[in-house]
């Protein structure tokens, strides 16, 4: 046996039953001089603790384990590292809009290095929950709606941040979550049941919690949601079967905050007692703040209804990562190197190269974009247009609004000196306060162009937060007719947590920058946009609804008996279609969207491989151009659809993108290869299989658009 094994089976066998069941245990430590929650420590009735930031009050609690209790087990510090540690970059849904796995690792190593450097070893990220509803105010944490891209992103955020070089010599585990399926939640609101088939589950809802696996993630959280009648922390199909049995996950399963007790709310168990029992039998490792194991897991184990072994199993995972992580040998951090870590020069100007390329142009009909340098009076209104808190986003934790760069701070850095720039706010977020319409009215009469900032403060999206009208909140639908009124030329910046409901915008606004929350570099990053001192290149990575009432809308849906295009049925003497008396299938903005200031064009596909075995790998490719007048960075996209299968397949599936950077009438040749086994679903049997048959392919711009060919899978 080696020798981690060796001290660990030690360590097993010098533990008390109460020992064990601390290992298992993680408490909220959001403050130091809690003696309750020391002297659970000192007993060694805790194995890991969240809530607390700072290497000195870290320390201090590590010296109570490694120094105070018998075993000196050291703890494991988490926290929600989520989009940047104090250097916060934009949302995940906006970092996924990049559709740069590079740069989102990056992103999420320079978190790393913050955090540890800090003193957490533990990150409850990354998220990433597919979503196709944008009412869940947890979409902003994730990679949107496709599971291809979402594996992507996963992919690159642990590798980000389990990297084995950071500057402190410690290390960040990171923690896939929420397992499994909790952006399924009906009606989008949070916490809501998730009722979905074991199908859509493996096909949608798991491949990203496998990537991350494959990339090395340590730890999973389980989630709060049912899936089809049993909760997911209590719920042995994906803690056990799949997840043990299936992938070999050798990691430590924790749950999401308090999730074990709340299995008493969803009705599976009478009390805390057999909630305990659930989860522990289930595959739960460790117990977040409901403290179930802590009070009833040693009975549970003394009355024979939880074997000795499952806990020796699970206090095992939980000790092998403490030793994987070094916490051993390193238990406390050198307070002397946050201050030298945090929020260096470099993660600032990476934070806004992020929000540079993950800001989508969803429209510039008059070219009003980038601003025409000869413009000598702007005006600049909106509740957003000078905000330093909100494009912090909704997992900001320790992010400090004194990091932050406002729009207007970034338009007074980058416009001529020349350029007379007046701001107003015409209204604030929520709808409290009287709107100045005159007064923005004003402002933009006396402008030859107008910029509005809209949209959502951090607290309208993220956990707790859907939301069951996607319009812009307060009066700020008010202030933009208001200032539409006046003819001004007018810009939209968009800034949310999701995609919003906005049609009247969209009719009649001729210039739209969805920013998203952007992070502390935000305000730099819309005005080098808008000003052309860099390009937009971002595309959606959720689908962008014409209304509430369409959603959940997407594009990887299924054909139904009745497609829209397709040929119908004659019903009662008309034709019926899957579709709407009164609104149109397709979304506003189509998943992929996104435009630049220069424009492409796409030709020549070729099918390199008409004919591909099962083992064989899929060539494709196609030449791109840029027409149009600027340099530009353009993210061409591969999609395939399995035309028949054993089950319904989705008409469309992302299986490949690539980004090209082009000058002026210049093109290029871009060439897919897609190993064919990545073509699959599981079929009646609940197998993963590819399934030979005739293939669509299609290279485009976007979900909407592209060159279509075919080719055929051949056993
Ligand atoms: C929260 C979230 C989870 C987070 C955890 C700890 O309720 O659901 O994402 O990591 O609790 O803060």
Not at 186 to 196: F, L, Q, R, S
């Amino acid at each position: 046996m080696n020798r981690p094994e060796t001290r660990i089976e030690q360590l097993l066998s010098e533990m008390t039953l109460a020992e064990k069941v601390g290992q298992m245990t993680q408490i909220k430590m959001d403050r130091v001089g809690w003696p309750e929650g020391e002297e659970r420590i000192r007993r060694g009735q805790v194995g890991s603790v969240l809530t607390i930031y700072g290497a000195s009050k870290i320390n201090r609690l590590q010296r109570i384990a490694v120094e105070g209790s018998r075993l000196g087990i050291p703890l494991l510090i988490g926290n929600d590292v989520i989009h940047g540690y104090r250097t916060i970059f934009p949302i995940p849904l906006a970092e996924s809009c990049t559709w740069d796995p590079g740069l989102v690792q990056q992103a999420a190593r320079i978190a790393a290095e913050e955090a540890a450097a800090d003193g957490t070893d533990w990150t409850f990220a990354p998220m990433v929950d597919i979503c196709r509803d944008p009412r869940w105010g947890r979409i902003a944490e994730g990679a949107g709606e496709d599971p291809f891209l979402g594996a992507a992103m996963a992919r690159a955020r642990v590798r980000g941040f389990e990297a084995s070089d950071l500057t402190s010599g410690r290390n960040l585990v990171s923690c896939p979550k929420h397992y499994a399926a909790y952006g399924a939640a009906e009606a989008g609101k949070d916490y809501n049941t998730v009722d979905i088939s074991e199908r859509t589950l493996r096909d949608v809802y798991l491949p990203p919690f496998q990537a991350a696996f494959e990339e090395g993630a340590g730890t999973v959280m389980s989630a709060f949601n049912e899936i089809a009648g049993v909760p997911a922390s209590a719920n042995a199909l994906i803690l056990d079967t799949v997840l043990r049995h299936e992938w070999g996950f050798p990691g430590v399963v924790l749950t999401d905050w308090n999730a074990i007790g709340e299995l008493i709310s969803h009705g599976v168990a009478a009390d805390l007692k057999e909630a305990a029992e659930r989860s522990v039998l289930a595959g739960v490792d460790m117990d977040m703040v409901a403290d179930a194991y802590h009070r009833h897991l040693a009975d549970l184990v003394h009355e024979g209804r939880v074997p000795l072994s499952v806990v020796d199993d699970a206090v095992r995972r939980v000790l092998r990562l403490k030793l994987a992580l070094g916490l051993f040998e390193r238990p406390y951090t050198d307070e002397s190197l946050a201050s030298e870590v945090i929020l260096r020069p470099a993660y600032r100007e990476k934070a806004l190269e992020v929000a540079q390329k993950s800001m989508v142009l969803l429209k510039n009909s008059e070219r009003l974009l980038p601003l025409d340098p000869a413009l000598k009076r702007i005006a600049l209104i909106g509740p957003l247009a000078d905000d330093h808190h909100h494009i912090l986003g909704c997992w900001y934790r320790i992010g400090r609004d004194e990091d932050t760069e406002s729009v207007l701070d970034g338009l007074r850095a980058v416009l001529p000196t020349t350029t007379e720039l007046t701001h107003l706010r015409g209204c604030d977020l929520e709808g409290r306060e009287e709107p100045d319409l005159e007064g923005a009215a004003q402002v933009a009469r006396d402008a030859e162009l107008a910029i509005l900032v809209l949209g959502e403060g951090e607290h309208m999206s993220g956990e707790a937060h859907s939301r069951a009208y996607l319009g812009l909140p307060g009066h700020q639908q008010a202030l933009l007719e208001t200032v539409q009124a006046t003819g001004v030329p007018l810009v939209v910046v968009l800034m949310s947590g999701r995609p919003l409901v906005i049609p009247w915008m969209a009719e009649h606004v001729p210039a739209i920058l969805q920013a998203w929350h952007g992070g502390i570099r935000a305000g730099r990053a819309v005005a080098d946009l808008v000003v052309g001192a860099t390009d937009p290149s971002a595309k959606l990575t959720a689908s962008w609804p014409r209304t509430e009432g369409q959603i959940p809308v997407y594009y990887a849906h299924k054909s139904t008996g009745r497609p829209e295009g397709g040929a119908g049925t004659v019903q009662f003497d008309r034709l019926h279609f899957s579709n709407y008396i009164d609104e149109r299938n397709e979304p506003l903005f189509p998943f992929g969207y996104g435009l630049s200031y220069t424009s492409f064009a796409y030709r020549d596909l070729e099918i390199e491989t008409p004919q591909v075995g099962l083992d064989g790998v899929l060539i494709v490719s196609a030449t791109i151009a840029n027409t149009g007048d600027r340099t530009g960075d353009e993210i061409v996209q591969l999609y395939v659809r399995d035309l028949v299968g054993s089950v319904t397949r989705p008409v469309k599936e992302l299986k490949g993108f690539q980004r090209v950077s082009l000058d002026p009438g210049k093109d290029t040749r871009v060439r897919f290869e897609v190993p064919v086994q990545q073509l699959g679903f599981h079929d009646l049997k609940m197998a993963y299989v590819v399934e030979p048959g005739e293939f669509s392919v299609w290279v485009g711009p976007n979900a909407a658009q592209g060159l279509e060919g075919f080719f055929e899978v051949v056993e």
